[in-house]
């Protein structure tokens, strides 16, 4: 059995240092120095060329080398049958949690206002908004929705997610399914999307979603379901718009 490991952007070295001091006895192939396919079991991939899963007779396992599945999930020639994991990364998780309470504690706390004043030369104290009613929405209640979700409850936002099926966090509300959609968005002032970039979820975040929300909701995109954007690769890098629908 050998491990496959493709990927343009993350250096070999490193992995096979980490992965042979854990599971010695491992043989690592590094694409696209892969021998013998036949060899080939488990798939280690980042953006691996499209059709080259279909090589691999007997492969077991695709595991992605990050967060999302989306650039795995777009090649059309996938073999068939052939389970799809990703990374679980804590700092990863971490740091998009941070990301997405910088953009909703940016608008929060009026930061583009205040950056106004400034622009203006002017000194203006504005009223500290109530933290207990501004609602936070977050699309997608997985590993980086639950743990943002639980930073903004720290903070004493009112929070609630949305996904494919009903959950159960703590002092987080559960909305599931196309009938919690509108619910969900009519109580949200500040929208975050964490959702996977899927069939399902491509262009979710649209007029309609939008008109949905409460005068002045602010959206801040940090996965890739925005219906503006069209990118290759199916990840953004994390854009943020803030959004006054004013
Ligand atoms: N831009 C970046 O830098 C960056 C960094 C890290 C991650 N990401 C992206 O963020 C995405 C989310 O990561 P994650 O780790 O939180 O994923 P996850 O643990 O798989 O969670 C995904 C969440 O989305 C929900 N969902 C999926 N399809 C849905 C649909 N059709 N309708 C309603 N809800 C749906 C799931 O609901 P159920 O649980 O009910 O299925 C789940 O709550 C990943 O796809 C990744 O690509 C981007």
């Not at 049958?81 to 941070?98: C, F, Q, R, W, Y």
């Not at 409850?153 to 494919?164: D, E, K, T, Y």
């Not at 996965?223 to 290759?232: C, E, G, L, N, P």
Request: hydrophobic share 45%; net charge neutral.
């Amino acid at each position: 059995m050998a491990v496959l490991f493709s990927s343009e952007a993350d250096d070999p070295t490193a992995w096979v240092e980490a992965l042979t001091c854990r599971l010695p006895g491992i043989e690592m192939r590094i694409w696209p120095e892969v021998g013998d396919v036949r060899d080939i079991e488990v798939a280690l991939v980042w953006r691996c060329p499209p059709g080259d899963l279909r090589r691999y007779p007997n492969l077991r396992l695709i595991c992605s080398l990050g967060a999302g599945v989306e650039h795995v999930l777009a090649d059309s020639d996938l073999p068939p049958g052939v389970p799809v994991t990703k990374i679980v990364d804590p700092d990863l998780t971490a740091g998009m949690s941070e990301y997405v309470l910088a953009a909703a504690l940016h608008y929060h706390r009026q930061f583009p206002i205040y950056a106004a004043f400034q622009r203006d030369g002017r000194w203006k104290k504005l009223r500290r908004p109530d933290t207990a009613r501004r609602r936070i929405g977050l699309l997608g209640l997985g590993e980086l929705g639950c743990d943002a979700g639980a930073k903004f409850v720290a903070l004493g936002f009112p929070v609630a997610g949305w996904s494919r099926t009903p959950k159960s966090v703590p002092g987080i509300e559960s909305f599931a399914g196309a009938d919690g959609l509108h619910p969900f968005l009519a109580r949200t002032d500040i929208l975050i999307c964490l959702l996977p970039l899927t069939a399902a979820t491509r262009g979710i975040v649209n007029r309609e979603t939008l008109a949905a929300l409460p005068k002045g909701a602010y959206v801040i995109n940090a996965t890739a379901v925005a219906a503006s954007r069209r990118h290759a690769g199916g990840i953004l890098s994390a854009p943020v718009s803030g959004r006054d629908l004013d």
